[in-house]
């Protein structure tokens, strides 16, 4: 009888941690891409890869990026 009665703050809990874990993820994948961004910087300016290359890999970095920023945006607003 008790369980029931706290069922309610149990499922809130759940769901309050598993929307943690994922901003945690979210946020963690968006560090994790600009980690990727300066590395590439850092290669391109070195030398190391040709402008071409460079510029395309640039672009797609960017743009997860972005989709991330975004997709947070919109779920902010919900």
Do not use: C, H, Y
Not at 1 to 15: E, H, S
Not at 48 to 76: G, H, K, S, T, Y
């Amino acid at each position: 009888m008790i369980r029931l009665l706290f069922a309610p703050v149990t499922g809130l809990a759940w769901i309050a941690e598993q929307i943690q874990e994922r901003a945690d993820a979210e946020l963690d994948d968006q560090e994790n891409l600009s980690k990727q961004l300066l590395t590439l910087q850092l290669a391109f300016d070195m030398g190391d890869i040709p402008e071409d290359e460079f510029e395309v890999r640039e672009e797609e970095l960017l743009l997860a990026i972005q989709a991330i920023e975004d997709r947070n945006r919109l779920e902010a607003s919900a």
